[in-house]
């Protein structure tokens, strides 16, 4: 069942009005309280602890219904965030080897880049999997994150994070707005759920990431 916006019992979303190009070249600041990195206008979205962050019941619904597991969506949606990462940091091809295989973006045809993008949004899958039990994303974000530590030698720096997410949000909302099912309403609120749900991500992935380059694990494995 989704609800409408009559049926939201309350929820109270803010809508972003920030210039995209502005966002991506703005500056970070770092939270007093967590120490990790939000962008500026990530933080107007969610005013809170984001790392305890629990969508409520409408939140759920919608991203639940915004949501698609086909192959083809998730590819696209995949390419679709590569190719804004790559576009607006070239530095972070220098991760993926297999690029300079390749002449000018020939790459973007590869089996090498069908598998990277595959992988990236399988892990927002996972997330959206378990809107219902947030309790097993933030671990699983965390590993997630700390698996990133292997790429520390080709280069990759923990403000990366901060491009994957302006990716996924710029990514995100370019499907949101072709999506004929929704009202301009329920899509305003779809970006902004899906735009916190980006920041949740980022962040329990560069906790992993930060704690991993310090040989800190917040979830050891059970004995």
């Known amino acids: 069942m989704f609800f409408s916006v009559s049926e939201k019992g309350g929820a109270s979303f803010s809508t972003p009005q920030a210039n995209r190009k502005n966002k991506v070249n703005g500056s970070r600041r770092m939270s007093d309280t967590n120490n990790v990195a939000y962008s500026v206008t990530s933080k107007r979205v969610f005013d809170g602890n984001i790392e305890k962050w629990e969508p409520n019941m409408y939140e759920k619904e919608l991203l639940r219904r915004t949501w ?120 305003k609120d779809a970006v902004t759920v899906w735009r916190t749900l980006a920041l949740y991500t980022t962040v329990h992935m560069r906790n992993g990431y930060l704690d991993g380059l310090k040989g800190v694990n917040r979830f050891p494995p059970l004995v």
């Open 68 to 187: 698609s597991d086909e192959f083809d969506n998730l590819y696209e949606l995949g390419s679709a965030i590569y190719c804004y990462i790559f576009d607006h940091n070239p530095n972070c091809k220098q991760l993926f080897p297999f690029i300079s295989k390749y002449q000018g973006d020939e790459w973007k045809e590869s089996k090498e880049f069908r598998s990277q993008a595959l992988k990236f949004v399988q892990t927002l899958a996972q997330v959206v999997k378990n809107i219902y039990h947030m309790e097993r994303t933030e671990s699983f974000l965390y590993m997630v994150g700390q698996k990133h530590c292997k790429f520390a030698d080709r280069g990759f720096k923990h403000e990366y994070w901060d491009i994957f997410q302006d990716a996924m949000e710029y990514a995100l909302e370019n499907r949101l707005s072709t999506m004929t099912d929704l009202d301009e309403n329920q899509k």
